[in-house]
Structure formats: C-alpha cells, structure tokens
C-alpha cells in the first residue's frame, strides 16, 4: 500500500505563487514516476503533471506549461508542484498520484494511476 498526504494548498489571489508538497510512504519513492492531477467543482478530474522516477523527464498539460514546475526530492521522499501566475481556473483540489508499477514518466490519465492522496484545496480570486 502506498499512502500520500498532500498540502500547500490555500486560497490566494489571481497571478500568485503556490507550491504543493506530497510526502509518500509505503514503496521505495525513487523507482516510480508520480504526477499530479486537479478537479475543480462539478468537473472531471483532470491532468496536469508527471515526472519520472528521478526526475529528469517531466509532462505538462498545455494549459499549465510555462507556469506550474512539478519536481520531487527523492532523499525526503516528497514530491512537488510549483504553481505560478495563478487564476481562477486554477480553483480546485489538487491530488498527488502514484502507478501501481513503474514507470519511465506515467500517461497523463487517472485510470493509470492506482494510489491518490486526499487532496489539497486551492482557491484563486480574482
């Protein structure tokens, strides 16, 4: 079993600065990928980022490339999720993702994913 417990989030202003952490447990960190998904209300849940298992090769979804960096450091065992140039279609609940095996950098779908931490709220105003 893999546990993740995620926080960060907050409530914030449109064009601030947010970073998510994820701490994980239960399966030797460094030889997975992770990512990190976000679903606002009354929507699907959505991708916004992956890395491989040391970080070297990342994924983004278009409508986060150039502002949000996902990175990890794999001696504290937490991944990460710097998220700048916030607005408000940023509002949602933020979830860190492991797979069940393995991967090089994980697909950008929930269904790949088998363990998801609770969530971190973020709120952007206007």
């Known amino acids: 079993q893999v546990h993740l417990v995620e926080s960060g989030g907050g409530v914030v202003q449109a064009g601030d600065s947010l970073r998510l952490s994820c701490v994980a447990s239960?399966?030797?960190?460094?030889?997975?990928?992770m990512g990190w998904f976000r679903q606002a209300p009354g929507k699907e849940r959505e991708f916004v980022a992956a890395?491989?298992?040391?970080?070297?090769?990342?994924k983004y979804a278009d409508s986060v490339k150039g502002r949000f960096i996902i990175s990890r450091d794999n001696d504290k065992d937490t991944l990460y999720l710097r998220m700048d140039s916030l607005s408000p279609n940023g509002t949602a609940a933020y979830y860190c993702?492991?797979?069940?095996?393995?991967?090089?950098?994980?697909?950008?779908?929930?269904?790949?994913?088998?363990?998801w931490g609770q969530g971190t709220r973020v709120t952007v105003s206007s």
């Open positions: 993702t492991a797979p069940r095996q393995a991967c090089k950098v994980p697909p950008p779908v929930p269904t790949a994913y088998k363990f």
């Open positions: 239960g399966r030797v960190f460094s030889s997975y990928g």
């Open positions: 890395i491989s298992s040391r970080g070297a090769t990342t």
